[in-house]
């Protein structure tokens, strides 16, 4: 007999973060409200939790990240202004991000680390699991890994994550997972983790990337987990403690992706996500392909 598990509709998304990387740019303007394109890179990560039916969005702030509260809730000048010039279009845009999800706030407070900012949900999300996602990665809405993890935890119950193979070398910017496989390919059962491993200590390849889908368990672990890399309380640190004892909280199991990842957390990978997605919207996509092998063929010519 199968068991039923609770309906997943709530996703915690921390968004308390400096975005020291992007001043000066970020000194006013919170980092998630950075375009890509002509949407903030927030909406995309709130977009995402919506077509997995979760509806139910808290998000997780600090000081001066009032514009996320405005940026999804209704701009009524604004939309009037719209209606009477006929300009439905743009009205439509404008409303969308209101219509999306229902938005709670909390404030962190103390930056003490991504493990703290999830613990501040504990009070919204009660008892049940939840997502978790990280606005700095922004999955392509072609590759709907966040359903997929939500069905792997109404099937193996517990916690999920999401791994993506990545160059060795590159293993210490990412927690890492050692896995051991499962009946279903792209899953694998989660055996430890660490977080930013050198790379002669990496047990594998596999790199967390933003997307969690939590059993409730997780937040009782954090409440007595001490600071550890950087001073700050990592979730890492709790789900490796959850993947070496089930009976805390269930089994930690991982969805490996392989589909288009766009990484807005470097300067220099969130110029490369603006063009990959520029590309490939139908309105943007041609003329700015065409100026783009006009540009890059006279760089190679002068170079």
Not at 139 to 151: A, G, K, N, S
Not at 218 to 239: H, N, S
Request: glycine share 8%; hydrophobic share 40%; with cysteine.
């Amino acid at each position: 007999m199968t068991e039923t598990r609770p309906t997943i509709t709530k996703a915690v998304i921390p968004a308390a973060g400096l975005g020291t990387r992007f001043l000066p740019a970020t000194k006013a303007t919170p980092k998630e409200m950075l375009p890509v394109v002509d949407k903030p890179a927030i909406q995309y990560v709130v977009e995402e939790a919506a077509a997995a039916g979760l509806d139910d969005v808290l998000m997780v702030t600090g000081r001066n990240k009032r514009p996320l509260e405005d940026h999804f809730d209704r701009n009524y000048e604004l939309e009037s202004a719209l209606t009477k010039k006929g300009d439905q279009s743009r009205l439509a845009k404008v409303q969308e991000s209101s219509d999306l999800a229902t938005m709670h706030y909390v404030r962190q407070g103390d930056p003490k680390g991504l493990g703290h900012a999830v613990l501040c949900a504990a009070p919204h999300v009660g008892h049940e699991p939840f997502a978790v996602l990280l606005g700095d990665d922004l999955i392509d809405p072609r590759d709907p890994l966040l359903q997929r993890m939500v069905e792997v935890q109404q099937q193996y119950g517990g916690s999920v994550i999401a791994l993506m193979e990545v160059d060795p070398a590159q293993i210490h910017l990412y927690g890492c997972a050692a896995v051991k496989p499962t009946a279903d390919g792209d899953v694998v059962q989660v055996t430890s983790l660490v977080e930013k491993p050198d790379a002669a200590d990496a047990p594998s390849n596999l790199a967390i990337i933003g997307r969690y889908v939590l059993d409730p368990a997780v937040f009782e672990i954090l409440r007595k987990t001490e600071p550890g890399r950087g001073g700050e309380i990592q979730l890492t640190d709790a789900l490796q403690q959850l993947a070496a004892d089930e009976q805390l909280g269930g089994p930690v199991h991982g969805v490996v992706f392989k589909g288009r990842r766009y990484d807005t957390g470097d300067r220099g990978d969130y110029l490369r996500a603006i063009v990959r997605l520029a590309c490939e919207r139908e309105d943007l996509g041609p003329d700015f392909r065409t100026w783009l092998r006009s540009y890059v063929t006279e760089e190679m010519q002068g170079s």
